[in-house]
């Protein structure tokens, strides 16, 4: 595997791929990597001869009172991780390289990019849209494949690819959860024994919540049953939770019939969690 941290670099060297008739995946992540993210390369894989691994903390997808200098940065383990999966391509530039003037704004996450997880980050997405379109000039993949872990998030890059890289195809790979349902996530590791279990309670309440609505119960009333149920978690304080419309990314009203999804956005002691699950069919 080459690590590259030079985006003029990966370039060269991704142009060389391509004159081979080498199709290429992406991953694009923030490092301190798990067998979720490693989920992703596997699906890159699947319809691709090489697979390159981006690992960028962005700055501009952080707010002032967020975690962006906690953050777990873990390159050596990250680079193990990815040589074992027989990655090719670890990128991992430097704030230069992705923003050589200096970090700002480009993208627009527009009106979905401020409900829900944008509601509680201001600019959150705005700045994750900037960076991804950013990587994907540079990568300029065949395949890019996101985690539908972090659905909203699909969500607003599914129309970024759409309008400005037709030629790439999105990939949505599933939720990968530890044996309590946990879903795993990077800030997981600041999470202590007890909030652990305490965390995948919630998880419990979201299937509990998809096993209701498939069997013809009200939507409001579900909600407002499991917030409580949510905030009754020693330790946890809950964000949101929703049961929105996947293809508008809205809440939904007792009227609505059709597929939907659970979201959810939790605080358990110091560390934020989000999670989601599909509903087959909300019916009367
Ligand atoms: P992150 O490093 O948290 O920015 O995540 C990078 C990518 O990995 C995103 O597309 C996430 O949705 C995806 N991802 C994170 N956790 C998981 C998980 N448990 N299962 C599958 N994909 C995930």
Redesign the pocket.
Known sequence: MKLIHSAAELQEQLDYERARGHKIGF????????E??I??VDVAKESCDVVVVSVFVNPLQFGPKEDFDKYPRTLQGDAELLEQHEVQYLFAPGVADIYPQSPEITQRAGVVGSTFEGASRPGHFDGMLTVVNRLMQIVSPDVV??????AQ??FIVRKLIGARFKDCRLVE?????DSNGL????RNRFLSPSDLAEASSIYRHLNEMRTELETGAKVSLTVEKHAKGIEAIPNAKLEYLAVIDPQIFRPVDDNYRGAAKIIVAAKVGEVRLIDNLNVKAISA
Do not use: I, Y
């Not at 991953?27 to 798990?34: D, E, S, W």
């Open positions: 991953v694009p992540t923030m490092g301190a990597l798990h979720g993210h989920s992703l494949v996101f985690g539908e872990k972090d998030q699909v790979a599933p939720t990968l959860r879903a795993l996530s990077s």
